[in-house]
């Protein structure tokens, strides 16, 4: 099941587990992946767009192996906050992977992450190449990272 309002995506989640952060490309999907408490995502990997049910096949093997209870997508909005064909794109994944699994599956604005990996990446002194190899799952982890710190937020407050 997807949701829009991550507040409904908290309630549809497993009290604990990791939760799985994806970063939608048009040629790769980074992947990140958050600890059990769900406090941190970390990237785990990138992997090359080929066809929905490969691409949804691997996502599924990595939240099985990983014991995921839910999946947060990027949400590639406009600057102006607009959804064009990108964002149509990423929901029509999210509809299509919500018909092979029942973990919940929520959308995160990702406006800026990959600036934001790419800036991290530049900090650590990351060559062009390596740069080149994850940003994907680096961006992933920001968008995750996003969404982690708003559930923590959720769960200090009453909704």
């Known amino acids: ?6 507040g409904r995506f908290a309630d549809a989640l497993p009290p604990a587990g990791p939760l799985i952060g994806l970063d939608l490309g048009e040629r790769t999907i980074g992947i990140a992946i958050s ?10 990997e990138t992997i090359r767009r080929r066809k ?3 691409d949804a096949a691997r996502l599924l093997e990595i939240a099985a192996g990983r014991d995921a209870g839910g ?6 909005r406009n600057m102006d906050g607009s959804e064009g064909p990108r964002c149509q794109s990423t929901r029509a994944f999210a509809r299509n992977l919500s018909r092979l699994t029942d973990l919940p599956i929520t959308f995160w ?14 900090e650590a002194d ?8 994850v940003i ?12 982690l710190d708003r559930l923590a937020n959720l769960k200090g407050t009453s909704r």
């Open 1 to 6: 099941m997807t949701f829009d309002e991550i």
């Open 35 to 44: 600890d059990g408490l769900r406090s941190t995502a970390t990237p785990l």
């Open 52 to 54: 929905f049910s490969g």
């Open 71 to 76: 999946i947060v997508l990027g949400l590639p």
């Open 109 to 122: 604005d990702e406006r800026l992450s990959t600036v934001a990996a790419e800036r991290a990446l530049l």
């Open 126 to 133: 990351t060559s062009r190449r390596r740069r080149a190899e």
């Open 136 to 147: 994907d799952h680096v961006a992933a982890a920001y968008i995750l990272q996003g969404a």
